[in-house]
């Protein structure tokens, strides 16, 4: 419930900046294992988090409404304290409301009926040979948030979110593969139309594991389709640009605002207001309005993500990237849907001229140093690519190499726009983002695992 004269209250409170963020959630999830409905969670949760600038943030929050002031209080005095004066510049006030609108929103579909998408998808799967295993996870998230500041700022906005998660194990001669896939926005039930479709890909991923060989070694000129180029942008890139990494002196990129970083095949945005996408947002958690990020165009590094403190600290405009798990943390910066903009080649166009190389596809995850500038990730399949066509396919697909050096050698960017979904982490907290692009074409080190 929320408690507007208490909030009052606490807005009056004597200091440089106080912002409030009452926040509902209702959730469930849902994890169908061979058929069979094995664990079923729902939750509902509401709070309150209060940020005071004095010289420095004080934070506090509480899940009981009668103790939003007092909680107030522990922030201001958590705000006196530090050395240095927080940098923080003042704007006026905003008063809105968004909303997601989904037809058809969780919370009045059937428990049953949600159940019955994972059974869906198991059935789809289940006949197929050498498929011994599967497990589908179905998720649903609609959270309602009123932002409310001391410069007069009101925001309530509210966003249901609907993902589907499946994982085919196949076997076959004593090997044991897993393909997975995933799909999701910010929508309502609507969405999940087919779930047997992400239970077929994920089988066929396995199977085609089953007949792979093991991954070459060395040096490679490599196609990057638009998942694992997602990835590769979100996590090699993207973090690089986060000012606060930027500040810490945590970035290969600090100080090179307007340099050539990448080819002019390189164009990358941020943009947590493309519809449907399962980064959206209109407004971030410290009440600015978002927009479309031009991150680097063609090669120029053009800007860091910022929120309100770190945008003050470095001259820069503020881009609307503070986000927060939720109402018991503080907004940090953070990407949303971080994507490398389509070109203009086929798939065909991308494999011609290679000799010898390896497509690869999707990602398992892997390391990045954005001091350094370094990284390696799992590819979750791959293709070696022989004069121009793609022939063997190959498993335990390791990539690594300089995040600038693969970024200056893209020399070409294929056709449409593949967006892919996740749960970012950062300083404890899971972010929805969306990350994807065009498939490109760079060299890289390619190495199998062990």
């Not at 939750?43 to 107030?72: H, Q």
């Not at 510049?89 to 058809?104: A, E």
């Not at 498929?131 to 998720?139: A, C, E, K, P, W």
Request: proline residues 4%; negative net charge; charged residues 25%.
């Amino acid at each position: 419930m929320l408690e507007e004269g208490s909030i009052e209250r606490v807005l009056s409170l004597p200091a440089r900046f106080i912002d409030v963020t009452f926040q509902s959630s209702s959730s469930t999830t849902i994890v169908t294992k061979d058929g069979r409905a094995k664990d079923i969670s729902t939750g509902r949760s509401s709070g309150y988090g209060i940020r005071v600038l004095d010289r420095v943030w004080g934070f506090a929050s509480t899940n009981k409404p009668g103790d939003v002031l007092e909680a107030a209080q522990r922030a201001c005095k958590a705000a006196k304290s530090g050395d240095d004066e927080v940098p923080f510049n003042p704007r006026g006030g905003v008063v809105d409301r968004v909303s997601t609108r989904p037809r058809v929103p969780p919370a009045e579909v059937p428990l049953e009926d949600k159940i019955e998408l994972g059974r869906r998808a198991y059935e789809s799967i289940k006949d197929i040979d050498s498929v011994v295993s599967s497990s589908f996870t179905y998720m649903d998230s609609t959270t309602t948030k009123v932002y409310m500041n001391s410069e007069g700022t009101r925001i309530e906005s509210d966003h249901t979110r609907v993902a589907f998660f499946a994982s085919v194990f196949a076997r076959r001669d004593g090997e044991l593969q897993v393909g997975s896939e995933r799909t999701g926005a910010t929508a309502g039930f609507e969405f999940l139309r087919e779930p047997e479709r992400a239970a077929e890909k994920a089988a066929g991923k396995a199977l085609r594991l089953l007949e792979a060989k093991s991954a070459p070694s060395g040096r490679y000129r490599v196609v990057l389709d638009p998942q694992l180029t997602g990835v590769f942008i979100h996590e090699a890139l993207g973090h690089a640009v986060e000012a606060d990494h930027v500040l810490q002196g945590e970035s290969i990129l600090e100080g090179r605002i307007g340099e050539e970083v990448a080819s002019r095949e390189v164009t990358v945005y941020d943009d947590p207001t493309i519809e449907g996408s399962f980064g959206f947002y209109i407004y971030d958690d410290e009440g600015t309005r978002a927009g479309r990020t031009t991150v680097i165009e063609k090669g120029v590094l053009k800007s860091y993500l910022h929120s309100r403190e770190t945008s003050s600290r470095l001259g820069m405009e503020n881009t609307g990237n503070a986000r927060a798990q939720g109402f018991e943390y503080q907004p940090v910066v953070r990407m949303s849907n971080t994507h490398l903009a389509p070109g203009s080649a086929e798939l065909e166009e991308l494999l011609e001229g290679i000799d010898h190389g390896v497509y690869l596809l999707g990602s398992k995850g892997g390391e990045v140093d954005t001091a350094k500038g370094v990284f390696q990730f799992s590819a979750e399949e791959g293709f070696l690519i022989e004069k121009g066509e793609l022939t063997s396919p190959v498993k335990d697909v390791a990539l690594s190499g300089e995040t600038l050096e693969i970024l200056k050698k893209v020399d070409a960017v294929g056709r449409g726009l593949g967006m892919h979904i996740g749960f970012c982490g950062k300083e404890g907290q899971a972010v929805p983002v969306g990350d994807g692009g065009g498939a490109i074409r760079t060299y890289a080190t390619v190495g199998g695992m062990r």
